[in-house]
């Protein structure tokens, strides 16, 4: 993807990505979200949502990307945003940029992070694909989000979660005053 810095380490379950991340997500608890980035592309605007999503949480960087139907990777600290992206040198293609402007992480900046939880797809209908998929769920006093699968790219899904998320908290979370 010409991101700097960025060799995504994908897992998939809930056990892998708990065992390998799960303490380092229930301790950005109590930190603020200071910033986040995504990738857009200049000519339209539009959010590029096959590259990570970048959360800023008091100078402790989260990099989240869902690969394909299942596969999660999260890294910290590793991705450079200040850095341009390279390697989309046909005349034709979009020119991707970091960007800090997104209406639905927007009003989550200088919040302080309550608590991280790993949610876990469990649909109704057993001929859904993405069942089994997880997703990292962020809290916060004033609501919440989550950095979801879209099907071999990421999603973000504001407000309360839909019933067929299961959440499996992380732990680590600071009580609301």
Known sequence: MGISGFE????????????????????????RLTGFALVRFIENGDWYADCPVVLDFDGVQVEISH??????????NTIDTAAAI???????????VWSGTDER???F???ELRE???LVWHPSS?????GGTVAVEFV??????CIANGLDENSIEVGEALPEWVRHPLGGGIQPD
């Open 8 to 31: 995504p380490t994908f897992l998939v379950g809930l056990q892998a990505i708990r065992d390998e991340h799960g303490q380092g997500l229930a301790a950005l608890g109590g930190r």
């Open 67 to 76: 690969w394909k139907f299942d596969e999660l990777s999260i890294s910290w």
């Open 86 to 96: 390279t390697g989309w040198e046909e005349d034709d293609d979009p020119t991707p």
């Open 105 to 107: 992480l927007e009003p």
């Open 109 to 111: 900046v200088g919040q």
């Open 116 to 118: 991280v939880a790993l």
């Open 126 to 130: 057993r001929d859904d694909m993405a």
């Open 140 to 145: 916060f006093d004033r609501g919440r989000f």
